[in-house]
């Protein structure tokens, strides 16, 4: 299956070489292989075409039960875990990355999109142009930035910018706003391409009928968000009981914010409205808000990068068992490989494990 799927990778790569200078799924697949526990790969575009061959094309790791899609069948339990739709956000993509990497997934289904903006990954504060590279053992990442690189655009940003769901009364946004992913859920289908990529994410989350969705994100250490938990009220159970077990396991408390209507646009209030248990997840990151690149990430003292990686991935150990364990009529869903301890997650990092 290993060499099925880097055969994948290869395969996706050539030909969107063909197409575009670098799509989504070459800068995706140059930072993970995936592993044992992935049991196939889709192009985001499969379920939205007009993504196909641009930079906002971007792999759907799909784990365990396959068989989505069987006529009769019954469709087994299904999350989501998110991440990268703000590409200087590292640390949940690099928890996508161990999940891809390192977890099984025996029973039900996980759908794993480790960078929902790959557009927000090839460019930075410091070089229009270019992605920052991270280096991280033997690992390079790309630290990216908040929006979709504007070069990569199909339309110019708007004078202001409303999200498409929002209320008569919501104040508008900055223009530049339109490049931002978490204010244009659900998406539009003749938007901009930062739209267009909220659609494809929304039709993809309906087609695999997924129950549970995380969007794992980071906010500046002076940020209120930090070591937040974002759901709807009807959610707020499950991310209180999850909590719970996250300080449990790393010491660190999260507390809650309950979604609302001005959220519009947000992933965890819009994907809530198609009757999914959606949680945002922040962590800090020492580097924000202004990406500064002289700050130190994998053994940063306040906010060392495996700890921010390790809290992701116990996030979404609990909240997804939580989650579950609320819905009523959801069928078994088992994930199995996450780490152990923030000393495990830093090997990994360094390519030591
Ligand atoms: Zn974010």
């Known amino acids: 299956m290993k060499r099925l799927l880097a055969a994948w990778c290869f395969l996706v790569v050539f030909s969107s070489v063909q197409v575009h200078a670098q799509t989504g799924l070459e800068l995706v697949c140059s930072e993970v292989v995936a592993g044992e526990g992935v049991t196939a790969v889709r192009p985001l575009s499969d379920f939205f075409p007009g993504l196909r061959g641009t930079p906002f094309d971007t792999p759907v790791f799909v784990m365990g039960d396959g068989a989505r899609g069987t006529e009769g069948a019954e469709a087994p339990p299904c999350a989501a875990i998110v991440a990268g739709t703000h590409a200087n956000e590292i640390a949940g993509v690099l928890a996508s990355y161990w999940i891809i990497e390192r977890c099984r997934v025996p029973e039900g289904r996980l759908v794993v999109v480790p960078r929902v ?67 244009q859920y659900p998406g539009r289908q003749d938007g901009n391409r930062t739209a267009q990529t909220a659609y494809a994410l929304t039709l993809m989350l309906q087609a695999e009928e997924v129950r549970i969705a995380l969007d794992l994100h980071e906010a500046s250490m002076t940020s209120s968000l930090v ?127």
């Open 117 to 183: 903006n790959a557009s927000g990954a090839t460019w930075s504060l410091q070089d229009a142009s270019g992605p920052r590279f991270l280096e991280l053992g033997s690992r390079t990442i790309r630290y990216g930035t908040r929006l979709s690189n504007p070069a990569q655009e199909r339309l110019a940003d708007p004078g202001s910018f409303v999200p498409p769901q929002a209320s008569g009364n919501f104040p508008a946004l900055a223009g530049q706003e339109a490049r931002n992913l978490n204010r």
């Open 227 to 353: 070591w937040s938990m974002i759901t709807r009220p009807e959610h707020l159970d499950a991310a209180a009981l999850a909590a719970l077990d996250i300080e449990d396991e790393t010491g660190v408390s999260f507390h809650l914010e309950d979604s609302r209507d001005e959220f519009a646009g947000y992933s965890h209030w819009e994907w809530g409205k198609l009757g999914i248990s959606a949680f945002l997840v922040e962590t800090p990151n020492p580097a924000q808000p202004t990406d500064d690149p002289t700050i130190e990430q994998l053994h940063n003292a306040a906010a060392p990068l495996a700890k921010r990686v390790y809290v992701h991935l116990c996030a979404a150990k609990a909240l997804i068992a939580n989650a579950a364990d609320l819905l009523q009529d959801a069928g078994a869903l088992r994930i199995e490989g996450f780490p152990s301890s923030v000393e495990e997650v830093g090997r990994w990092l360094e390519g030591t494990l």
